[in-house]
């Protein structure tokens, strides 16, 4: 049986340093597009700086040229701006982290990127990271 655990934050939410983690693919537009036809999936991610602006998506089961979904719900970089600036969040790191989800060999993302993206998270003082699947 896994044992399950919680681990209290060590400061409040509003004097804390959150980053955002998403596996909806998000990158931005001048970036490459995470590949969607990798059987295994593509385990790389991107680094998005925190004054992104101009940011879309690509992943396996959702074509942003559709329409009718929000970034936003995906990746809420502006609604965490907006607790900032209400001071309900201390603040946001200067950079955020997307990978894309649908990874059917998980093996080099816990092997190597996960890790990689935990260490840059740790090397920028976050306290609290907000992940959004997909």
Known sequence: MTRISFTY??????????????????????????????????CSYRELPGDARDLTWTHSYYAPDRGGVDLDCVFPLWTLRSLVNEEVLGEL?????????????PGPLVEETAPEVAHRLVEDGVDAVLLTPS
């Not at 998403?22 to 490459?32: I, M």
């Not at 790191?93 to 060999?105: K, Q, V, Y």
């Open 93 to 105: 790191n200067s950079r955020h982290f997307s990978f894309m989800g649908a990874i059917h060999d």
């Open 9 to 42: 934050p060590n400061k409040p939410l509003h004097e804390s340093r959150l980053a955002l983690v998403t596996t909806g693919g998000v990158h931005l537009t001048g970036q490459p597009r995470f590949d969607i036809d990798d059987p295994l999936g593509d």
